[in-house]
């Protein structure tokens, strides 16, 4: 399975970005989706997730309200919408894949495959 983000870059407080992780491999629609996001000297942390079929979508609280996930398997793509962004938001964003539909979703360990990144700045 291969993950490739994309849609990341510079942007000032308040302004938008949605991210892209396009996959190719296995059956996309098989497996449960999620973001992370690593700041520097900070450990990975879980933003968002969305199971198979988009029935069950989950959202770490600082940022609810704000990002939304989203996934289209016909296109085998992973989104992620995130509005009235903060310098707090300032990361690298990660998407990631596991088979497991529930549980843990905040759990990095428990995923099985991962992308290479793409840089989120937020300018105050």
């Known amino acids: 399975v291969q993950l490739v983000e994309s849609g990341g870059g510079v942007v000032q407080a308040g302004g938008s970005l949605r991210l892209s992780c396009a996959t190719s491999?296995?059956?996309?629609?098989?497996?449960?989706m999620a973001w992370f996001r690593q700041a520097p000297g900070k450990e990975r942390e879980f933003v968002a997730g969305?199971?198979?079929?988009?029935?069950?979508?989950f959202y770490a609280d600082s940022v609810k309200g704000r990002f939304t996930i989203s996934r289209d398997n016909a296109r085998n793509t992973l989104y992620l919408q995130m509005n009235s962004l903060k310098p707090e938001d300032t990361a690298a964003y990660y998407c990631?894949?596991?088979?497991?539909?529930?549980?843990?979703?905040?759990?990095?360990?428990?995923?099985?495959?991962w992308g290479q990144g793409t840089q989120v700045t937020v300018s105050s």
């Open positions: 990631a894949t596991r088979r497991l539909q529930s549980g843990r979703e905040n759990y990095a360990p428990s995923y099985d495959y």
């Open positions: 491999g296995r059956t996309f629609r098989d497996f449960f």
């Open positions: 969305i199971t198979r079929s988009s029935d069950g979508r």
